[in-house]
């Protein structure tokens, strides 16, 4: 489920997220995973698992999915949604925007 209300948040600049990377971004107390796909498209998602509290953004990506690294469950970043088991509730993604080199998140 995409987030739409709330506030746009500078982030990080583009060159922090390599393709098929997720970079950990912590704000106000919230803990979230950006991540860039293949085609350079920039996508944000809850950062930890909901299966444990494990940070997605040391996890694998591929494709349109993101590993994690605990468990080895998956999501696909652009929705949250959870693919596979033992990861089974989906995570809240977020509206993502680029300006002037920088990736801002709405939260
Ligand atoms: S902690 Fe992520 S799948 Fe278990």
Not at 9 to 19: D, I, L, N, Q
Not at 92 to 104: A, D, I, L
Request: glycine content about 10%; some cysteine; aromatic content about 10%.
């Amino acid at each position: 489920m995409v987030t739409t209300t709330g506030e746009w948040v500078a982030a990080c600049p583009v060159e922090a997220v390599g393709a098929e990377e997720a970079l950990r971004w912590d704000h106000a107390g919230a803990s979230f995973a950006i991540v860039r796909s293949p085609d350079g498209a920039y996508f944000a998602i809850d950062g930890h698992c909901s299966h444990e509290k494990i940070h997605l953004a040391d996890g694998i990506v591929d494709g349109n999915i993101i590993e994690c690294p605990k468990h080895f469950g998956t999501f696909d970043y652009r929705t949250g949604a959870a693919r596979t088991l033992p990861a089974c509730i989906d995570l809240r993604s977020y509206e993502v925007k680029v300006e002037n080199g920088t990736v801002f998140i709405k939260i």
